[in-house]
């Protein structure tokens, strides 16, 4: 089995006031620690075991007034120098979010094959086109603004879905969002995982300089499949939306992978995504 240490992982939050705290709870998430990037690592006790990950274990993250967060690149032990790519790759965890109603759809197979990519990741599938999202609804959005204890139990009935689409992304370090183009853009169950996910204080906090994300340090590729709509065409209103909606969350490192038109040019198209794929700096 995979090896286990016990961290320990030093945070020293400097909370000049309650907003601050309620910002920093929010902000130290599990699972979280990503070699190589600046990013926030797990708050947990020092006793607790977490898999053996890239040493990003050893930071110092402080919490100042004014809201703007700081954290320190983690230190190189001697078993850094030897942590291998291929393990890397191993360890990695996919979340791949399938958009199309159609079961064996091209975007899928996209997905499928750049997570192909991966050997030996771990992958979870998260069908919307089998399981579309709720629409949100009033006693969705009237609980934004409550603390969750205060919650009542409609409000708490609404939010459990939302609690298991977020935990479940917040787990993983690496997203592949298979993309079905529907008329210039995405399908509305992707739009309603984005509005069950993109929750004030859950998944970004509002401070004095502006929304800060609070899922750093994961990965997103983007493919899609349309009928003559690939990325970056005058009609093409799906990329920049999503690449906007997974920067606002903190997930700035998107890479629109390929996409495939098949009402124009499919063979010639499907030919310049497996190659695009094939050429991803994974």
Known sequence: ????????????????????????????????????????????????????????????????????????????STAARFYSKKTELAMSKILHVISSARPESNSTKL??????????????VRDLGKNSPSIVNEQFVDAWSIPSDQHTEQQRRAFSESDALLAELKSHDIVVLSVAVYNFN???????????????????????????????????????????????????????????????????DVTLAASVTVARDKEESWAAAERAIAALPV
């Open 111 to 124: 997905g499928q094959m750049l997570i192909s990519r991966f050997p030996g990741a771990t992958v979870t």
């Open 1 to 76: 089995g995979m090896p286990r240490v016990t961290t320990t992982t030093r945070m020293t939050l400097r909370c000049q006031n309650y907003f601050a705290i309620a910002v920093a709870t929010a902000i130290f998430l599990p699972n979280c620690i990503v070699e190589g990037r600046k990013t926030f690592s797990a708050f947990i006790p020092s006793s607790s075991s977490l898999p053996l990950l890239p040493p990003a274990a050893h930071q110092k993250i402080s919490l100042v007034k004014n809201s703007r967060i700081f954290c320190r690149e983690p230190q190189k």
């Open 186 to 252: 995405i399908p509305a169950s992707l739009k309603a995982w984005f509005d069950q996910i993109v929750c004030p204080g859950r998944a970004y906090v509002s401070t004095p300089a502006g929304a800060v994300g609070l899922l750093q340090g994961k990965k997103a590729y983007v493919v899609s499949s349309s009928g003559v709509t690939p990325f970056g065409s005058p009609m093409d209103h799906y990329s920049r939306y999503l690449v906007g909606m997974l920067g606002f969350v903190g997930i700035r």
